[in-house]
């Protein structure tokens, strides 16, 4: 069993910056992959990032990359989102979820990842 817990988030101004954590409980962080989704309400979640449970392999949704960056500190048990020139769109509940196995095929939807936290909610203003 895993537990996540998401903290960081908060009230900015378009173009600032947030770093996201979410930290772990269990013995076995090292090898999940990690994802990070987002949902506004009214609005279906979506994929933002997720890392291999290395590290070595990231990816992005179109509408993040470039801005956004995912990491990892297995040491720690903890995943990071940094979070970079935000926009007002940007604004959501942002959840820190996490997968028993990497598929690079299906890493990017919701069924593939096994535990979820109760996410931190990112408010742009504009």
């Known amino acids: 069993q895993v537990q996540l817990v998401e903290s960081g988030g908060g009230l900015v101004q378009a173009g600032g910056s947030l770093r996201l954590s979410c930290a772990t409980s269990?013995?076995?962080?090292?090898?999940?992959?990690m994802g990070w989704f987002r949902q506004t309400p009214g609005k279906e979640r979506e994929f933002v990032a997720a890392i291999s449970w290395s590290g070595g392999t990231t990816h992005y949704a179109d509408s993040v990359k470039g801005r956004f960056s995912i990491s990892r500190d297995n040491a720690k048990n903890t995943v990071y989102l940094q979070v970079n020139s935000l926009k007002p769109e940007d604004t959501a509940v942002y959840y820190c979820?996490?997968?028993?196995?990497?598929?690079?095929?299906?890493?990017?939807?919701?069924?593939?990842?096994?535990?979820w936290g109760q996410g931190t909610q990112v408010t742009v203003s504009s």
């Open positions: 979820a996490a997968a028993k196995t990497y598929s690079s095929h299906y890493y990017y939807t919701e069924r593939q990842y096994n535990y």
């Open positions: 269990g013995r076995t962080f090292s090898s999940y992959t």
